[in-house]
């Protein structure tokens, strides 16, 4: 039973979640990752994703009012897709000559791919930063899909219609090729994870565009994740030939409607050794085990991602658990991190980061993010 105390914390919480989404959504829709750190301070296709699917979520039961007359969340999360079909569309021409190459069989040009963090006004971020990321113009359609379907959006507007078109047939083009994980590491592997977002996101294009032939595509990544993408114990691995996980594998279930089933036994054995590898004491969860990024703390970002993952197998009371320690690390202003220094795999970096970029992200909107979408699951539970 949820006291009034635990009640009263969930709903300050709730609603400081979504003050900084919405105070920190850039004039032209962008979110900023973090408004605190330098190098966060732009948007990103992936943390947007997430941070528009929390808002699609969040405004079916907490409307928050708006002058156009649907809820406030809407209108942001429809924001958030505008800017990124117009920065899509307005790369159309590199994104063609990639799609050309890739189907002559010449090299990648990385200048003609889509970049991985923007300014507002769709200018990429400066130089020197690893911009070849595929999972977040993958996850971008999904949670667009999500958005109109919640929203019953129809017909779709030519420029959407446009950019779900041009990232799917770029996608289908660029997959095979080694690119840089949701972390931004190891730009030289191919990544599960990326794999997975990409299985989701041409899956969601097909939904919005069915006119789209993604299948054959949809059906090659399958097959080679299964024939490259495993561990010799038969998880999920972090990335082609590594026998390590990494808990970004939990993209194969969420974004729903994607890789795999929640229950699917593969899925289940990998989120099993992601606990018993990377749940930290506690509850924070970490990245992967060689992580050293500010000493590779335990993530509050993705405690609650585990906690999404349980509320989808039933395990609601670990969802709870989970959720309860993401709150107990907001700060006295309500503003979760992104990570933590509890648990912390090898501190000896802890400084070295700081001295680089400054304090721990916070606040984090992905996570806040998270916590959103947590929230209505469980709440969408406890109705049922």
């Keep these: 039973m949820t006291t009034k105390t635990q009640s ?5 919480l709730h609603a400081h979640s979504q003050q900084v989404i919405m105070d920190n959504q850039q004039p032209a829709g962008g979110y900023l990752a973090c408004p605190t750190m330098p190098d966060y301070h732009y948007s990103w296709f992936r943390d ?14 907490n409307m928050v009012p708006h002058s156009a007359g649907i809820s406030g969340q809407w209108d942001s999360a ?24 890739m189907e002559q069989g010449q090299d990648l040009v990385v200048a003609d791919t889509l970049n991985a963090r923007y300014e507002d006004g769709g200018n990429a971020g400066p130089d020197s930063w690893p911009e070849f990321q595929l999972d977040g113009p993958s996850l971008w359609v999904w949670s667009l899909a ?9 017909p779709l507007p030519i420029a959407w219609v446009k950019a779900i078109t041009l990232v799917a047939r770029y996608l289908s083009a660029v997959w095979q090729q080694p690119c840089y994980d949701c972390w931004e590491e190891r730009g030289d592997d191919v990544h ?24 054959p595509t949809r059906e090659a990544i399958r097959t080679f994740i299964m024939e490259k993408g495993l561990t ?28 795999l089933a929640p229950d699917d036994p593969l899925m289940q054995r ?10 930290a004491k506690g509850h924070g969860v970490h990245r992967h085990v060689e992580d050293t990024y ?45 990570q933590t220094k509890d648990a912390m795999l090898d501190p000896s970096y802890y400084q070295e980061w700081v001295e680089e970029r400054g304090e721990i992200a916070n606040p984090l909107l992905w996570t806040h993010a998270e916590y959103l979408i947590v929230l209505h699951l469980l709440q969408a539970h406890a109705r049922q």
């Excluded at 997430?50 to 969040?58: E, G, H, R």
């Excluded at 924001?79 to 000559?97: M, P, S, T």
């Excluded at 989120?271 to 990377?278: M, P, T």
């Design 78 to 101: 429809d924001k958030f897709h505008r800017w990124c079909a117009a920065i899509i569309n307005g790369r159309a021409d590199a994104l063609e000559r990639t799609i050309s190459r």
């Design 232 to 259: 010799p114990n038969g998880e999920l691995a972090k990335s082609v030939g590594l026998d390590m996980v990494d808990a970004n594998l939990l993209m194969a279930a969420l974004p729903d409607d994607g890789l």
């Design 294 to 338: 500010y000493g590779g703390g335990a993530w509050i970002l993705l405690g609650l991602w585990l906690a999404w993952y349980k509320t989808q197998v039933g395990d609601i009371a670990a969802a709870k658990e989970l959720l309860s320690w993401a709150e107990s690390h907001a700060d006295s202003e309500g503003n979760l991190p992104e």
């Design 270 to 279: 990998t989120v099993a050794r992601i606990e018993r590898d990377l749940l």
């Design 8 to 12: 009263d914390k969930l709903s300050k």
């Design 146 to 154: 999500k958005y109109v379907d919640v929203c019953r959006i129809t």
């Design 48 to 61: 947007g994703a997430f941070i528009a699917y929390a808002l699609t979520l969040d405004g079916i039961d």
């Design 192 to 215: 599960i994870s990326t794999l997975a977002a990409i299985y989701a996101g041409l899956g969601a294009a097909h939904q919005l565009v069915p006119t789209l032939d993604v299948e």
